[in-house]
């Protein structure tokens, strides 16, 4: 069990124990308990888990209002319960993560080479004879794409730089398909990684 969320429990069958208030020292101490456990994951939770960090936000305002009403039991129980989830949110944040970057690995391993390969194949064609069904103006389109694509990229290495997996694998995605379509209007083979 994560220590933080351990030393949360225990601080909550402290704040139990003196419960000669009704309920309210136990009631705010597991509150709190369950604020201190779900800091450090609430970034990373609303970023990869967006729908269940719309839940766990919706619940702690449910609690703390529960404190606010005088309706400690309830509250510290659902403190409780909230804590333990906790847990499991920053499980599933950490599988997120190593799933997203499992997939960016994947497109970072061959996106450059394909964006290295549409520039030199605008450059061989702007001066050759072009391939039936190819006409200037697909060149000049898929110069200015090719372009576009190279920013994108460079914009999605950024976001992976900075831990954001979920923009960079998003823009990687939007390079990949763009990638195909560029390669297509060239009359080049569409490599099936691109589609």
């Known amino acids: 069990m994560n220590k933080l969320i351990w030393s949360a429990l225990v601080a909550v069958s402290l704040g139990t124990a003196a419960c000669g208030d009704g309920g ?4 705010e101490a597991a509150l709190q308990a369950l604020e ?3 800091a450090p994951v609430k970034a990373d939770v609303a970023m990869y888990l967006p729908d269940e960090a719309t839940k766990m936000n919706a619940a702690l305002a449910a609690v703390q209002e529960s404190v606010a009403d005088g309706e400690y039991v309830q509250a510290m129980t659902d403190a409780q319960g909230m804590t333990a989830k906790v847990g499991e949110l920053a499980t599933a944040v950490a599988s997120k ?5 499992k997939a960016w690995e994947g497109l970072g391993a061959g996106l450059p080479g394909v964006i290295e390969n549409i520039n030199a194949t605008v450059a061989k064609l702007t001066n050759a004879k072009l391939p039936k069904g190819v006409t200037k103006e697909a060149i000049e389109s898929a110069r200015t794409s090719a372009a576009a ?3 994108t990229w460079e914009q999605a290495t950024a976001a ?6 979920t ?3 998003a823009k990687a995605e939007t390079v990949k398909i763009k990638a195909g379509e560029i390669l297509a209007s060239l009359g080049q ?3 099936d990684s691109l589609k």
């Open 36 to 38: 201190s456990a779900y």
């Open 97 to 101: 993560k190593a799933e997203l970057t």
């Open 149 to 151: 694509l190279s920013i």
């Open 167 to 169: 923009d960079a694998l």
């Open 160 to 165: 992976f730089k900075s831990a954001d997996l």
């Open 189 to 191: 083979p569409v490599p």
């Open 24 to 27: 309210k020292a136990g009631a």
